[in-house]
């Protein structure tokens, strides 16, 4: 099968000013532990998961 691409216009779909939240796959032991948290604190799994990275984020940042 042969296709044409003489009307063709590239980047008509182009937007270089999106963001992409890409999808983060969890361990079913990390992800229990953080949903049991989140249940704790009524919120979120992504909430608490950012909260944990920015914690760990400030102690990188202190230890260095």
């Known amino acids: 099968m ?3 691409f003489k009307q063709a216009e ?3 779909f182009y937007q270089g ?3 992409l939240n ?3 796959y969890l361990d079913e ?3 229990a ?3 049991e948290i989140a249940a704790k604190k009524k919120e979120d799994v992504s909430s608490v998961v950012n909260e944990i990275i920015r914690s760990d984020m400030k102690l990188i940042d202190t230890i260095q």
């Open 33 to 35: 532990f953080v949903q």
């Open 17 to 19: 000013d999106v963001k």
């Open 29 to 31: 032991e990390v992800l």
């Open 2 to 4: 042969d296709y044409n």
């Open 10 to 12: 590239r980047g008509k």
């Open 22 to 24: 890409l999808p983060v």
